[in-house]
């Protein structure tokens, strides 16, 4: 069923609804709705919404709102992404595949070695595109959040962000000693406990860009508590290291 997200939490006793702007437009000229289809609407908080199409205009589609019921496909975690900032249109597809596993917020990373640079002009466009990435993954995989992209920051300030995370993790070619499996495996009580509690542990991620990161880079990494952990023995491409690691987590903590 057709998925659409508000930027408005609605009003529990609201029966009646309508969509504007381009989700309007989605539903009139590529999915060809008709008054009578049923379509799903989420306000970003968990909330998913049975609603049917009342009628359809140009600027307005007026909908009947049903049945509510909490989500149930968000991860138990709060998942954030540092992802260093890849060539090309690879973000896009990091973006997508972030989302579909679970991501809560991405964070576009500046490192010594990203080839790409973002001048400070573009950053918003760029930032608007990948937001409308997310939110499209968003819709397409029935999540009940919707994440979020942030705009590129340096890798001091990603760390700075990561440190405040319940556990952080940089996946580095040159560790050797602590799998992401054995680490995952020995902070699961504590992370369980903290949801015990009633809250939503926060795990950060740390990528490398192509050329992965500086010595230096990951030194202020460790002087900053981060976890150094190997994926495996193969290298992964920077594209293919977060969604690995993200399927990690969905493995090790979301009930199935």
Same mark, same amino acid.
């Given at each position: 069923?057709? *998925? ?27 999915? *060809? ?43 138990? +975690? ?5 992802? /260093? ?15 579909? +596993? /679970? ?40 999540? /009940? +959040? ?90 992964? *491409?920077?594209?293919?290291? /977060? ?14």
């Amino acid at each position: 069923m057709p *998925r659409f997200f508000v930027e408005e939490e609605i009003p529990a006793d609201a029966t009646l609804w309508g969509i504007s702007g381009d989700d309007a437009r989605h539903i009139r000229t590529v999915l *060809r709705m008709a008054p009578g289809d049923e379509l799903t609407l989420c306000d970003g908080r968990r909330t998913d919404i049975l609603a049917k199409i009342l009628a359809i205009t140009s600027d307005v589609v007026e909908l009947s709102l049903g049945e509510r019921q909490e989500n149930q496909t968000e991860s138990p +975690l709060e998942i954030w992404l540092f992802q /260093g900032l890849p060539k090309s249109d690879k973000m896009d597809t990091i973006i997508q595949k972030a989302v579909e +596993l /679970g991501v809560s917020r991405i964070v576009p990373v500046a490192c010594e070695r990203s080839v790409a640079k973002i001048e400070a002009k573009d950053a918003v466009r760029k930032t608007e595109r990948w937001n409308k990435i997310a939110r499209e993954a968003a819709k397409q995989c029935g999540r /009940g +959040l919707l994440p979020l992209v942030n705009a590129p920051v340096s890798f001091r300030e990603a760390i700075q962000l990561a440190a405040e995370a319940d556990l952080a993790l940089i996946p580095w070619e040159s560790e050797r000693d602590q799998s992401i499996r054995r680490l995952l495996t020995a902070e699961e009580p504590r992370l369980l406990a903290l949801q015990k509690q009633g809250q939503r542990p926060r795990v950060a991620i740390l990528i490398g860009p192509e050329g992965g990161y500086s010595m230096a880079e990951v030194d202020h990494a460790l002087a900053k508590g981060l976890e150094p952990v190997t994926l495996g023995r193969r290298i992964l *491409r920077t594209e293919t290291a /977060g969604p690995a690691v993200l399927a990690m987590l969905g493995y090790q903590f979301e009930p199935f």
